[in-house]
């Protein structure tokens, strides 16, 4: 995760909340290991930057006011956790990237879109009531919507040809059922300006959209000190994964007992535990078996043999 330090003031609610704990140590989910390396991040904030910039000359001209549109930060965050982040209610465009797959979002707050129609009618701006868009304003709005996603294929034009199109508007995110909610999303966080009123828009793209992209086109090459950091860290990593201590465990087959047997169980019972002799015990490590070994000793001590699964001959083995 890498934010930029132009970020500035975020609305209640909104940035305040994914700043928290800043100072702390970050999670990391192992069972998604995959995330946006530094070269990524850089290569997203070139594209992210160039369409701020873009876009904030065409709100000028458009709306005939001063605006402005700057990059605040780039996330990689659950779909869930981007919702949860967002106020209620806002101005969710529903954005398809042909010719690439999945869906992305484009955000902005209420009163920022209600103060864009206020400049396009002819008005002068400043507070905006929240209520629904009406029947003249909702054309307005979607064409407003069209020409800032026509900035957004001209900045990411260096990574991949995209022709967004505006498939629908959304005004309550908890609604939004776009992507599940553990889905990976990146999110490019914008500080956006029309005249006086502030806010934060945000752009939000689905992981698995984005991640081919970047990985075919890096356009930012590593120097030799980067480098060697990089392979020092990636064998210090090695290095303690592999000196990891891990609980392992052999076990036999389950079996089922009825419960008023286990109720009634004393010590000195017997409980058949129905396992063949010719079948090899099972080694797991987190309930998962990852070898097979049958029982033995090794001087006084209980030990096991690892050997080859029932399910395969020992020429497979030796293959693996």
Do not use: W
């Amino acid at each position: 995760m890498t934010k930029s330090p132009s970020a500035s003031t975020a609305r209640p609610g909104r940035m305040s909340r994914r700043r928290d704990g800043g100072s702390g140590p970050a999670l990391y989910d192992f069972r998604r290991p995959i995330k946006l390396s530094r070269e990524h991040v850089r290569t997203l904030q070139i594209a992210f930057e160039t369409y701020a910039r873009s876009c904030g000359t065409l709100l000028t001209t458009r709306l005939r006011v001063v605006s402005s549109v700057a990059l605040a930060s780039i996330e990689q965050l659950n779909y869930d956790e981007y919702v949860a982040s967002l106020a209620n209610p806002t101005v969710i465009a529903v954005v398809g990237l042909d010719p690439l797959p999945g869906t992305a979002l484009l955000e902005m707050a209420s009163s920022a879109s209600m103060t864009a129609l206020d400049h396009m009618l002819g008005g002068p701006g400043g507070p905006q009531p929240q209520r629904p868009l009406t029947e003249v304003e909702m054309p307005l709005l979607r064409g407003l919507l069209d020409r800032m996603l026509g900035e957004l294929r001209y900045g990411f034009e260096t990574l991949v040809e995209i022709s967004p199109k505006l498939r629908d508007i959304e005004y309550n995110a908890q609604f939004l059922r776009a992507h599940q909610p553990g889905d990976a999303v990146v999110v490019a966080s914008f500080d956006m300006k029309i005249g006086t009123e502030e806010c934060l828009a945000s752009i939000c793209i689905p992981f698995t959209t984005i991640l081919p992209v970047l990985e075919k086109r890096e356009t930012i090459e590593l120097t030799a000190a980067e480098r060697m950091v990089r392979e020092t860290s990636h064998r210090n990593l090695t290095a303690g994964l592999s000196a990891a201590p891990i609980e392992v465990a052999v076990r036999f087959q389950p079996i089922r007992m009825r419960t008023d047997d286990i109720v009634d169980l004393r010590p000195g019972d017997v409980v058949p535990l129905r396992h063949p002799s010719s079948v090899p015990l099972d080694v797991i490590v987190n309930e998962t078996v990852f070898a097979h070994a049958v029982p033995g000793n090794q001087g006084a001590r209980l030990a096991c043999l690892v050997v080859p699964a029932p399910t395969e001959t020992p020429k497979e083995v030796g293959r693996r």
